[in-house]
């Protein structure tokens, strides 16, 4: 078992950036695959980007490549989102969820989640 707490959301304007920071609890967050997943109101869980153990493999979906960047440092157990050019549509609660298998989309593939942390862009 392995606790996640998000954190870094807020209020930003179109055109802005944020970074998003995922704290894990386990001295062996190193052993799972991180992702990003967000959910806007009436809208289904969306894929946002994942990355391998050692982070040196990543997957973003197409609607924040060239925009998001995903990174990890194991040694402070730790993920961010660093998220640049901004949109509205953008505008969710942003989750860091753990998988004990491969990098995917799915949720499913997905077996803890933190509490997540709301992002709003304005426009």
């Known amino acids: 078992q392995v606790q996640l707490v998000e954190s870094g959301g807020g209020l930003v304007q179109a055109g802005g950036s944020l970074r998003l920071s995922c704290a894990a609890s386990?001295?062996?967050?190193?052993?799972?695959?991180m992702g990003w997943f967000r959910q806007a109101p009436g809208k289904e869980r969306e894929f946002v980007v994942a990355i391998s153990r050692s982070g040196g493999t990543t997957y973003y979906a197409d609607s924040v490549k060239g925009r998001f960047t995903i990174s990890r440092d194991n040694a402070k157990n730790t993920v961010y989102l660093q998220m640049n050019s901004l949109k509205a549509e953008d505008t969710a609660v942003y989750y860091c969820?753990?998988?004990?298998?491969?990098?995917?989309?799915?949720?499913?593939?997905?077996?803890?989640w933190g509490q997540g942390t709301q992002v709003t862009v304005s426009s």
């Open positions: 969820p753990a998988a004990e298998g491969i990098i995917g989309a799915d949720y499913r593939l997905y077996d803890y």
């Open positions: 386990e001295r062996t967050f190193s052993k799972y695959t």
